[in-house]
């Protein structure tokens, strides 16, 4: 597996049909069809949330060989978010990887049944490994975030390069995602493209 992984929050976006998404494909296809393109995902809270186990199956038979699924937790883990956690990790298996707080509030534990933890935060940082990209700071279990990917490749090279020197050696496989309210797919693909020119 290469140094880093891209990815983006989310695989359900109505701007990508007809544009990554070929016209006319039903929604059930579409993590089949992403999973071929990229390896990593970073689900929202409210989708998996709503997950019950034969949507958990859907998801494991939808996506092939190295695949990696990331919660996202929006402000505080509350029993109820780890209840759900505890049966997607049943249902997933190996296949979840990480959960990933985004919070003002709350300094997360480093596990939650065994899943390594990562903080994305404007003012919270983790002990441990950290990194900064744009306004946000990112701790706890090494991954990238960008909520707004620019068009401009040297930007890109530059930001990838400056988030991969931050990294503890022998780190393989790390989750890069893309959010934001619009995720261009031209531009994350195109970020790949420079991540994969520059070694990573």
Not at 20 to 40: G, H, T
Not at 81 to 101: A, D, F, H, T
Request: proline fraction near 4%; aromatic fraction near 12%; hydrophobic fraction near 40%.
């Amino acid at each position: 597996m290469e140094n880093l992984q891209i990815g983006t929050y989310g695989w359900q976006h109505v701007s990508w049909e007809g544009s990554f998404y070929p016209d006319d494909m039903p929604e059930e296809w579409q993590l089949d069809y992403y999973s071929n393109a990229f390896r990593v995902v970073l689900v929202p809270e409210k989708q998996w949330m709503t997950w019950d186990e034969a949507a958990l199956e859907e998801c494991a038979d939808a996506v092939e060989g190295e695949f990696e699924f990331y919660l996202r937790v929006d402000d505080v883990v509350t029993i109820g978010k780890e209840q759900q956690m505890q049966r997607i990790q049943q249902g997933l298996g190996s296949l979840l990887k990480g959960v990933v707080l985004f919070s003002e509030t709350e300094i997360p534990e480093p596990l939650i049944y065994g899943q390594p933890v990562s903080l994305v935060s404007k003012n919270l940082i983790m002990s441990g490994w950290h990194s900064e990209i744009d306004d946000y700071k990112i701790s706890g279990s090494p991954i990238g975030y960008c909520a707004e990917l620019k068009e401009d490749g040297k930007w890109q090279s530059a930001m990838l390069q400056s988030f991969m020197q931050t990294l503890p050696d022998n780190n393989s496989g790390i989750p890069f995602f893309i959010g934001g309210d619009s995720i261009n797919m031209a531009q994350v693909t195109n970020l790949k493209v420079v991540g994969e020119f520059l070694g990573y």
